[in-house]
């Protein structure tokens, strides 16, 4: 029994990941789609177009995925109309949030958010209340195991990263949002493989909450982040050493 025991809990954690690998590619998918109809078709004239798809080949989508969503973006398979609305909030503990999301339908988006937020502690606030407190930068990590925070230092800065850091096995530079496809290309380039990189928003300064209550703020942030119309979410939250999810 044991045996089967152990093969279930795998199946099942691998139905989760492939769930939410699913999940990250349809929002990337709609990022594509609605830069390709903002900006044209072509990634070389079009600089959103051409961060969304570094974004998804990032993360290992499909060559075909990447073209059919530019194509249905540009028109050639139908048009639906997304709208980026930015919601801000707070978590337990007075913990800042910002919801960004791409949607075709605002009321249905908004009264999903405010829902999740009002269900788990939390609280949606106006326009502006949080959004002085973050910056948006890209983001681009690396596996501290594969590079040498120096190797990773004196390439990122040479082509135009803004800093470089190192912490818990993981070497995250940091880029203006401007020029975060050009030190992505760069990076690779340079025979580089990234873990992960995206566009996100970056707290000024963190909030230390104790541990049940960090529980609480990461519920609200799993949950914000299963609709697909939400495509990022930022927190202020420093997670406890002890936090385990």
């Keep these: 029994m044991s045996g089967?025991?152990?093969?279930?809990?795998?199946?099942?954690?691998?139905?989760?990941?492939?769930?939410?690998?699913?999940?990250?590619?349809?929002?990337?998918?709609?990022?594509?789609?609605?830069?390709?109809?903002?900006?044209?078709?072509d990634p070389e004239t079009n600089a959103a177009l051409r961060t969304a798809i570094l974004k998804a080949r990032a993360e290992n989508m499909p060559k075909d995925n990447i073209e059919r969503a530019i194509k249905k973006g540009s028109g050639e398979m139908g048009?639906?109309?997304?709208?980026?609305?930015?919601?801000?909030?707070?978590?337990?503990?007075?913990?800042?949030?910002?919801?960004?999301?791409?949607?075709?339908?605002?009321?249905?988006?908004?009264?999903?958010?405010?829902?999740?937020?009002?269900?788990?502690?939390?609280?949606?606030?106006?326009?502006g209340c949080v959004s002085y407190k973050f910056q948006t930068k890209g983001v681009i990590t690396y596996d501290a195991s594969k590079y040498s925070e120096d190797e990773i230092f004196n390439a990122a800065l040479e082509n135009g990263a803004e800093d470089v850091t190192n912490e818990d096995g993981t070497i995250e530079v940091f880029?203006?949002?401007?020029?975060?496809?050009?030190?992505?290309?760069?990076?690779?380039?340079?025979?580089f493989v990234q873990e992960s990189a995206d566009i996100n928003k970056i707290p000024d300064n963190y909030v230390a909450v104790d541990k049940e209550r960090a529980q609480k703020v990461m519920n609200i942030v799993e949950r914000l982040e299963d609709p697909d119309d939400v495509q990022m979410g930022s927190t202020e939250i420093e997670v406890p050493d002890d936090y385990e999810d």
């Design 79 to 127: 048009n639906a109309v997304f709208e980026e609305l930015t919601y801000e909030g707070y978590a337990p503990g007075g913990v800042a949030i910002i919801i960004d999301t791409l949607t075709d339908n605002k009321n249905r988006t908004a009264a999903d958010v405010r829902s999740t937020l009002v269900k788990l502690g939390g609280s949606l606030g106006t326009s």
């Design 4 to 41: 089967h025991s152990k093969w279930a809990t795998i199946k099942h954690k691998k139905g989760i990941a492939d769930q939410k690998r699913g999940q990250k590619f349809t929002k990337l998918i709609k990022e594509i789609s609605v830069a390709a109809k903002m900006g044209g078709a």
């Design 175 to 191: 880029t203006a949002p401007g020029d975060f496809s050009g030190v992505l290309e760069a990076m690779q380039a340079a025979g």
